[in-house]
């Protein structure tokens, strides 16, 4: 029996409105007051986009479907040691990581609605230093592998460069020079794209998404091929602490 295509009708208008109240009534007072709009017009909508999106990924990217539960991230911020104190996020996000890989440090699919626009990314944004070791490695010995990656037609039509901030040398235990150094000075390695905040009440919106998806499918699976098994397992238990 042939599989249902994927479909999402857009956000609601109300979704756009919440997440441009919210950047000026950033405060518990407001937010209960309009909880049952996010959560009826920004969150169940974003259930549902992730949802159709798993089923986008199934033909590309299957090891990357994600409960829509857990893709989701919570509006609530963690303010405990930030400077800026404000209690909520002010878009609604969501991210789809390799299956038994983890959620931190691993390479994978994001996006995010707020007032100013839709925020499409693909790869890994601030690892942490085990992690970045050995991206750098695992880079340095396939450099020519991935640059043939990034330099994709349908990777650059849709998703442009690389971001991130560069170092101003090479990482220790890398000699100047390096065939791949101007690679391994990155201190992270992901692209991204910005669409028009109005694509969002559209149903357009599950397509433009999916093509910046599939086209970043051969970098995120890049990314991720050092990461062994025993690291994995330790990171899914430390995790679940």
Do not use: C
Not at 41 to 63: H, R
């Amino acid at each position: 029996m042939a599989r249902t295509k994927a479909s999402f009708p857009g956000f609601p208008k109300e979704a756009l409105q919440f997440l441009r109240s919210i950047e000026k009534n950033n405060n518990r007072a407001w937010f209960g007051k309009m909880k049952s709009v996010y959560e009826n017009s920004v969150k169940a909508p974003m259930l549902a986009l992730v949802e159709a999106l798993d089923q986008e990924l199934l033909d590309y990217a299957p090891e990357y479907i994600t409960e829509p539960s857990k893709a989701v991230f919570r509006i609530h911020r963690d303010v405990r040691f930030a400077k800026n104190k404000d209690p909520y996020k002010t878009n609604i996000a969501a991210g789809f990581h390799r299956q038994n890989l983890g959620k931190n440090d691993t390479a994978s699919f994001y996006l995010h609605l707020d007032a100013k626009g839709i925020f499409v990314g693909a790869g890994v944004y601030m690892p942490i230093p085990e992690h970045i070791r050995m991206l750098r490695n695992h880079i340095a010995a396939n450099h020519i592998e991935f640059r043939e990656i990034l330099a994709d037609n349908q990777l650059r039509k849709w998703m442009g460069e690389l971001h991130g901030e560069l170092m101003i040398r090479p990482p220790k235990g890398f000699i100047a020079g390096h065939p791949a150094q101007d690679l391994l000075i990155r201190k992270m390695y992901f692209m991204a794209a910005t669409l028009p905040t109005d694509l969002a009440l559209t149903p357009q919106l599950l397509g433009e998404v999916s093509a910046r998806f599939r086209a970043s499918t051969p970098l995120v699976e890049f990314l991720n091929r050092p990461i062994p098994e025993p690291t994995r397992r330790m990171k899914d238990d430390h995790f679940a602490e």
